[in-house]
């Protein structure tokens, strides 16, 4: 869809040759609707792509190693 699109056809002239493989549509071809979202989410993965350095879950150290804060309680012999 991506390089007939870029090649100047129109979204209704791609529609009917695509197939869907699974689902409760299987078998059908996508709404021009489904197209252009598909489309434009593409289109949105490529300006904002996935920060690669984010950290992982076994990366973060564990509750256990953390260390444990307490917030500051008033003096009692100030009341």
């Not at 197939?19 to 709404?31: C, H, L, M, V």
């Not at 920060?51 to 307490?70: D, G, I, K």
């Amino acid at each position: 869809m991506l390089r007939r699109r870029a090649g100047g056809e129109s979204v209704e002239q791609i529609q009917p040759d695509p197939i869907i493989p699974t689902g409760r549509r299987k078998g059908r071809n996508p709404s021009v609707a489904s197209i252009y979202r598909a489309l434009a989410e593409r289109a949105k993965r490529e300006v904002y792509p996935k920060p690669s350095n984010r950290p992982t879950p076994t990366s973060l150290p564990s509750r256990s190693a953390r260390p444990r804060t307490r917030p500051a309680l008033p003096d009692r012999a100030s009341r």
